[in-house]
Nanobody, 120 residues
């Protein structure tokens, strides 16, 4: 059973960089054709896909967030990370990491989510 766990600060000041890490257990982030995504849900709104890193290290970003989003991985730790720069209060959300066995498939595994609040 693959498990994903988000970690990172729960409070970030405006204009700073939000950094989150997803630790994967029970499976490898290099497993062929798997994609590892970051998804967020602002209060009162729907889920928003932010971007993904593929099994081969390729990255994909939402056009709306691409200019200040970066996703990377550490294969030695079986982790992938999100950095969102120049945050504003509108970036306040529950942030999830999730995985799917192929770009066109449904998400198979989700982390429990972590609340991040952007406030001074």
């Amino acid at each position: 059973q693959v498990q994903l766990q988000e970690s990172g600060p729960g409070l970030v000041k405006p204009s700073q960089t939000l950094s989150l890490t997803c630790t994967v257990s029970g499976g490898s982030i290099t497993t062929s054709y798997h994609y590892w995504s970051w998804i967020r849900q602002p209060p009162g709104k729907g889920l928003e896909w932010m971007g993904a890193i593929a099994y081969d290290g390729s990255t994909y970003y939402s056009p709306a967030l691409k200019s200040h989003t970066s996703i990377s991985r550490d294969t030695s730790k079986n982790q992938f990370s999100l950095q969102l720069s120049s945050v504003t209060p509108e970036d306040t959300a529950v942030y999830y990491c999730a995985s799917k066995p192929g770009m066109g498939n449904e998400y198979e595994y989700w982390g429990q989510g972590t609340q991040v609040t952007v406030s001074s």
